[in-house]
């Protein structure tokens, strides 16, 4: 079976511009979190959707926004790029609570 | 707010020997706590996971964890590394956001672990 799957693998944009990353959740998780992990850093929890909405929202400014789709992909939108926004952003799936988050290998965004 | 700490940044361990990664968390009810194993440039792998029952619990590739409530700590041990074990490790606390989907983690900043021959 096929794991969670993100793309694009790696991304350059300039700073303003806008991008948006996509995930695949394992058949059948219905939910899938966003994660944004910077260098020598632990991810930290951007988004969780679950059955197409939104069920819990980290410390991120409104420039980042994200969806699901009634397939139970999703992905995550973040406007007006900075510097900062740099990351390594990993989206993990799940079948529900207690049932463990399962990482994708993420898509590695440099902003320049 | 749940935290977790990783006190050791960098871990520096034989090819064979033992190894313990030390986790605390704070957390105000009984946690869910995860340990992830991450190599260069990829995802994060699940070892294990502990909701409730048995304090020890086993995971993939020979690991095992203990949570011990007293001590809010929840350490990972492998018994005898192997090259392969080379990466950076996450300990991770979920905490429950709404009655659906699973728990939002929280992730304490990581230990490499570098085996030498």
């Known amino acids: 079976d096929a794991g969670v799957t993100q793309s694009p693998t790696h991304l350059i944009k300039t700073r303003g511009q806008h991008v948006t990353l996509r995930c695949s959740p394992i058949s059948g998780h219905k939910s899938v979190s966003w994660y944004q992990q910077v260098l020598g850093q632990g991810p930290q929890f951007i988004f969780q959707?679950?059955?197409?909405?939104?069920?819990g929202r980290g410390n991120f400014p409104d420039r980042f926004s994200a969806r699901q789709f009634p397939n139970y992909s999703s992905e995550l939108n973040v406007n007006a790029l900075l510097l900062g926004d740099s990351a390594l952003y990993l989206c993990?799936?799940?079948?529900?609570?207690?049932?463990?988050?399962?990482f994708g290998q993420g898509t590695r965004l440099t902003v320049v | 707010a749940q935290s977790v700490t990783q006190p050791d940044i960098h871990i520096t361990v034989s090819e064979g020997a033992s190894l313990e990664l030390r986790c605390n968390y704070s957390?105000?009810?009984?946690?869910?706590l995860f340990w992830y194993v991450q190599s260069p440039g990829q995802g994060l792998q699940l070892l294990l996971k502990y909701f409730s029952g048995d304090t020890l619990v086993q995971g993939i590739k020979g690991f095992e964890a203990e949570f011990k409530r007293s001590q809010s700590s929840f350490n990972l041990r492998k018994p005898s590394v192997h090259w392969s074990d080379a990466a950076e490790y996450f300990c991770?606390?979920?905490?429950?956001?709404?009655?659906?989907?699973?728990?939002?983690?929280?992730f304490g900043t990581g230990t490499r672990l570098t085996i030498i021959p």
């Open positions: 959707y679950y059955e197409k909405e939104e069920r």
């Open positions: 991770a606390v979920g905490r429950s956001i709404s009655n659906f989907g699973n728990e939002k983690l929280t």
């Open positions: 957390y105000g009810a009984t946690p869910y």
């Open positions: 993990a799936s799940s079948l529900g609570r207690g049932r463990g988050a399962f």
